[in-house]
């Protein structure tokens, strides 16, 4: 159902504007065409019937495009896109770049709010050739430019082309963008981490390798880099390597920590370092008290001390955290063996053991709240990148 005050709203916008356009026109064109209030009313009639696709065919009738009236259609074209009406936006501003009229930065500006339509409806390659046409026109406005580069990088982003996006994204770290350099370099980064992914994922290991270390060039606190430099050397036997790389992430990514826990664990396992092990975790988990990170030094302690010290230890530590209303992995960890129960007040710790039973990791998005149980580096809401973590 179309939203009658919407385009109501629209209506009388078209109508001041019309009147305002042919008004200032005076004398160029004084019995061209209907009375405003014929066009007006056909457009009313059309809206009243549910015909908004022939209700927009009138308004842009019966507003001409010119200097006075660019904006009046520009802003119904906008207001259609964010609506979620992408075609209809399309159609008005395929409209005003028909007309021969336009100035340059006229004609421009509509190109540019129609590759807008193109990205929002999917016809990306449309959009692509807009927004590189835009890019590459000599004398344009730098701020011009940047806007028409940067929904380009979103184009390129959407169909993961990552080799593309970071040739545009070099282009927006240049002086005159210097503003905006840290966010692209940030994006950089993480494009590259996707190409090392993809490498890792057709066992190319040295390609891999070379797109981290791209990435860390762009981005030297880049904590997906990180991570994926980390199992790299893990895959070819070096936990030696791979544990310096993670021993830097709780200090420079410690909202990511819970991405190297298990990466941690494997290292030192590799390297039968059980002491060690239980001292790294202890210290992260000094600094976090993350439920999670108490998980994996339970584990820890199991393995170096024995059953017994630890259920001990995760009774009193347990103590702390009364709010919690999941974490089972420790439930898990310390309930296989039911003999090590004895000689504790099970009643007394059983409520709580119960709701560790739902454990169920959860990620946030910090820019939107988007929530799921896996993690995503670009948010599939919000599309920012690094800004879901484990909460």
């Known amino acids: 159902m179309v939203d009658y005050l919407v385009f109501a709203l629209l209506l009388v916008a078209v109508a001041v504007g019309y009147v305002l356009g042919r008004y200032q026109r005076a004398g160029e064109r004084q019995n061209a065409g209907a009375a405003p209030g014929n066009s007006y009313y056909q457009g009313l009639n059309h809206l009243l019937k549910d015909e908004p696709d022939a209700a927009i065919d009138t308004f842009i009738a019966a507003l001409d495009v010119n200097s006075e009236t660019l904006e009046t259609h520009l802003a119904l074209g906008n207001l259609l896109r964010k ?15 028909s007309q021969p009229n336009l100035s340059k930065a006229q004609r421009h500006l509509a190109q540019l709010e129609l590759g807008v339509d193109y990205m929002k409806s999917g016809l990306l390659d449309r959009a692509e050739s807009l927004f590189k046409e835009l890019a590459e026109v000599k004398g344009l406005d730098n701020a011009f430019r940047e806007q028409a580069l940067s929904y380009l990088l979103e184009v390129y982003q959407d169909t993961k082309e ?57 981005d030297k606190a880049c904590a997906r880099a990180a991570l994926l430099q980390s199992k790299i050397e893990l895959a070819e036997g070096g936990a030696a390597v791979a544990l310096t790389v993670l021993r830097k992430l709780p200090h420079h990514n410690p909202e990511f920590i819970s991405e190297a826990l298990p990466l941690i664990y494997t290292c030192f396992q590799a390297l039968n370092s059980p002491k060690e092990m239980t001292a790294f975790y202890q210290e992260i988990y000094t600094d976090s008290h993350s439920l999670l990170v108490l998980s994996y030094l339970a584990k820890s302690i199991a393995q170096e001390q024995g059953e017994d010290v630890v259920v001990d230890f995760l009774l009193q530590e347990l103590q702390a955290f009364p709010q919690m209303d999941a974490a089972g992995e420790l ?44 993690l995503h580096w670009l948010c599939p809401s919000c599309k920012r990148w690094s800004t879901i973590t484990a909460r």
């Open 83 to 97: 609506r979620g009406e992408a075609a209809r936006a399309i159609r008005v501003h395929q409209n005003v770049l």
């Open 162 to 218: 990552w080799l593309a996006a970071i040739d545009v994204a070099d282009r927006l770290t240049a002086a005159k963008f210097s503003s905006t350099a840290d966010e692209w370099r940030h994006r950089q980064a993480q494009y590259s981490c996707e190409l090392a992914e993809e490498a890792l994922a057709g066992q190319a290991a040295g390609e891999a390798r070379r797109f981290v270390r791209n990435a860390l060039r762009y």
């Open 331 to 374: 439930l898990k960890l310390v309930s296989e063996n039911t003999s090590q129960w004895i000689g504790f007040n099970y009643g007394t710790i059983k409520g709580v053991l119960e709701k560790l039973t739902h454990a169920n990791c959860e990620y946030e998005c910090a820019g939107c709240g988007f929530s799921g149980e896996q």
